[in-house]
Every structure is written in C-alpha cells, then in structure tokens.
C-alpha cells in the first residue's frame, strides 16, 4: 500500500500536481495539550506552558503527500467566540479534553457547525487539589 502511495505522489509531482489541502482544527480547554500534540506531531520538542492567543496555523504534510492545514485555538476563555469562525471550510474537527471535564460545549459547537469531530483523550498530568 505504502509503495502504490508513494508512486502517486512521485508522479502527481511530476506532472505538476499538487494534492488538496485539508482544514482541520484542534479545539478544547486551555491547558490540556493541544499545541504539545502538534509540536511533537512536527518533530519539535515542547518547553513549558505558553497559552496560544487566538489560532495557530501549523501546515503538516504526511509522509503519503496528504497535506493539512492544522487549526491550532486557543481554549482560553476571552478567545472562545472567535473559534466558531475558524471552522468555515474545515474538513473535520479534533477535540482535546483532559478526562476531567467532559467537552459538552465544544461537542455543540462542532454539531452546530455541521462538521465531523473526534474525540482526542488526552493523559491527566495533575489531578485537582481535593480537600
């Protein structure tokens, strides 16, 4: 299989031919490890906590030829009404959550939207300080 893919892409280059880019975005919380999963999914490593301000647009290639645009957003809460925006012309939606909080709002959003989504389980790092 992965050589018929890779005489596609050989010749879809030769010829000229570029494939499609697919939109995808990445939603969820802040905080849960949206942009470690893309940083580690581009083969860099991840140092700390920094919360992305709006989006981040990160474009993948994988090692088929099939391209991406990957839609990293903000989970942060003074960012969350622009998110709905982001996903006009995405071909599907990955939601991050912790195990934790259960993504309902998130889950509407993408129904609301008309878009397939799928769930993403992210480990829990630290549990909450139960007194």
């Known amino acids: 299989m992965a050589t018929i ?16 880019i697919y939109k995808v975005c990445l939603i969820g919380d802040g905080g849960i490890g949206k942009s470690k999963l893309v940083s580690r999914l581009m083969g860099r490593s991840f140092d700390g ?22 839609w990293d957003m903000s989970g942060v809460d003074r960012f969350r009404g622009l998110a709905s925006g982001y996903y006009r012309e995405s071909k599907h939606i990955f939601v991050m959550w912790d195990g934790l909080r259960y993504p309902y709002n998130w889950i509407k ?10 769930l993403i389980l992210n480990t829990i790092d630290t549990l909450p300080n139960i007194s």
Do not use: M
């Open 5 to 20: 893919d890779y005489i596609t892409q050989r010749r879809n280059e030769e010829f000229g031919i570029r494939a499609p």
């Open 49 to 70: 906590y920094h919360p992305t301000l709006g989006v981040e647009l990160e474009p993948w290639t994988t090692p088929y030829g099939t391209r991406y645009n990957i």
């Open 109 to 118: 959003e993408c129904q609301d939207a008309n878009i397939p989504y799928t």
